[in-house]
């Protein structure tokens, strides 16, 4: 199993201007501060919130929105949505394109990112993803049982987990095929009938001039380039987030049944032309 999606080639980057690096720097400490901001209140929120509602968490997902939603505000880029929010119980699935899905999908729903356990080693973004309370899981299939008790913990105290099933980033370009390891998840008797799952579709528009892939991020892409290169753009384009219908996980017989329906109508909200690529 892989979970890095190997691109044909990579976009080439346009140079910086100096108004671009001034840019960078107006936007990048704005970002920054907010997110310090952010940080330090869950921070602290958590410290009451911990003790008294342990893995609930009724008041510190609501920073995280508002951190979101202002990232989008600093960017000067535009965050649509379409459909409703579940409200039942259960998680959502999405396509995978970028490390801004954080934001994009963190924005108007409140959810909790399933995340493969590197990236809690990661610098700075580690952090962020432990704090606002991710789940993290191993790619050793010994750990499954492990990893499956952690789900059904977060699912019965009413988190609602979002995951991307292609197990990369892509272009965003298109939608890759879904994998279906972790949907067992939620076939464990006493969650089944009980579990919902939102189909999402996140598109993105690129800057006016800039390659259609601007905003993907995948392969062996360097994270601090990318994000350089998002600040440094003068006008950007938007993100679109679809919430598509909720299907109810006992009206499908297995986990393969049920990925295969949720990833056609994730593909299905992509542009026309993109739902032909693979």
Request: charged residues 20%.
């Amino acid at each position: 199993m892989t979970f890095t999606w190997p691109p044909d080639e990579e976009p080439t980057p346009q140079s910086i201007t100096v108004a671009g690096w001034l840019r960078v720097a107006l936007r990048g400490v704005t970002l920054a501060a907010l997110v310090t901001l952010g940080v330090v209140s869950m921070a602290l929120i958590r410290l009451i919130e911990r003790p008294v509602f342990d893995v609930h968490r009724p008041c510190t997902p609501w920073i995280t929105q508002l951190v979101c939603r202002g990232a989008f505000a600093i960017l000067g880029m535009r965050h649509e949505t379409q459909g409703e929010r579940m409200a039942q119980p259960g998680a959502v699935v999405a396509n995978h394109a970028s490390w801004l899905d954080i934001f994009a999908l963190n924005a108007r729903k409140r959810i909790y990112f399933v995340s493969k356990s590197e990236v809690a080693g990661w610098p700075g973004i580690g952090l962020l993803a432990k704090i606002t309370g991710t789940v993290f899981i191993a790619r050793d299939p010994k750990q499954a049982k492990v990893q499956q008790a952690v789900f059904e913990e977060r699912l019965l105290a009413g988190h609602k987990l979002l995951f991307f099933p292609e197990g990369t980033s892509t272009d965003g370009l298109r939608v890759l095929p879904f994998k279906s390891t972790l949907f067992q998840a939620f076939f464990t008797p006493g969650l089944q009938h009980a579990l919902y799952i939102q189909p999402v579709t996140v598109i993105y528009t690129a800057p006016q001039g800039e390659d259609a892939r601007f905003y993907g991020w995948w392969g062996n892409m360097d994270f601090g380039s990318h994000l350089v290169r998002t600040l440094a753009v003068r006008r950007h384009g938007a993100v679109k987030v679809i919430y598509h219908q909720p299907v109810k996980v006992d009206s499908f017989a297995n986990r393969k049944a049920l990925t295969a329906h949720v990833e056609e109508v994730v593909r299905s909200g992509m542009p026309l032309l993109r739902q032909k690529i693979v």
